[in-house]
């Protein structure tokens, strides 16, 4: 299992949790993403993604999509997809 990064947290709102990240990698439903920075540490399987509040299914290289996350997040914290 490894990871690589996919992007950055560039913005983050409580209500609802949702954690705004610019992508620099392809992103979609049902991946797993692990959240890091200095006092950010979570893993979390993306269960929905959005665009200017549009539902998505998948995220490129250059989007800023909205993801619901458990917890709160901060901006600069990196972004990993999960690997099998």
């Not at 539902?55 to 690997?83: A, F, H, M, Q, S």
Request: no cysteine; net charge negative; proline share 4%.
């Amino acid at each position: 299992m490894g990871e690589v990064e996919i992007g950055k947290v560039t913005d983050f709102f409580a209500q609802p949790v949702v954690a705004g990240i610019e992508l620099s990698g392809a992103l979609k439903i049902g991946d797993k993403i692990h959240i890091q920075g200095s006092t950010t540490d979570m893993e979390l399987a993306v269960e929905s993604m959005q665009i200017d509040r549009v539902n998505i299914t998948e995220g490129k290289p250059g989007d800023l999509v909205g993801i619901k996350v458990p917890d709160r997040v901060r901006r600069g914290d990196k972004v990993y997809k999960v690997t099998e």
